[in-house]
């Protein structure tokens, strides 16, 4: 059994934090789940582009406001507590938080830990990945 808090997450390798967002990894591809379960933060007035096209990703909002929109039609969808969004489809999006916003993150296949965004918003496979990603 897997038994970790964000408290013992934090400030070690598996805290991942850039100018909008500070993502914390409970579970990465190493525990052997299948998927990876983060909780991140979104910092009040950012906004990010990405594109999840090696993972699925499902998002569920615990706290704050914001809203994202898919690049291919424009449609905005207001992201509050309670509220889950799954880029079933590899979406490119764009989030933006109106406010602070604590969000639990699902990624198919799961993340190592390492993966920041690229310049397309991608989280780029790492090597070993690309046969499983499938």
């Known amino acids: 059994m897997i038994v970790r808090s964000v408290k013992e997450v ?3 390798e598996r805290e991942v934090e850039t100018p909008n967002w ?3 990894r409970l579970l990465l591809k190493s525990d052997g789940m299948g998927f990876s379960l983060h909780e991140t933060t979104v910092l009040p007035g950012t906004e990010t582009n990405m594109w999840y096209a ?3 990703e499902a998002v569920y909002c615990i706290e704050g406001e914001g809203e994202v929109e898919t690049a291919a039609d424009g449609a905005v969808h207001r992201i509050g507590p309670g509220v889950v969004y799954a880029l079933d489809r590899h979406d490119r999006h764009r989030l933006r ?3 602070r916003m604590r ?3 699902v990624f198919n296949p799961p993340l190592t830990g390492r993966e920041v965004h690229d310049e397309n918003g991608v989280y780029p496979l790492l090597a070993g990945e690309a046969a499983a990603a499938g």
């Open 103 to 105: 969000l639990v993150c």
């Open 22 to 24: 500070v993502s914390r």
């Open 97 to 99: 938080a109106r406010t």
């Open 54 to 56: 090696h993972h699925l």
């Open 10 to 12: 934090r400030g070690t």
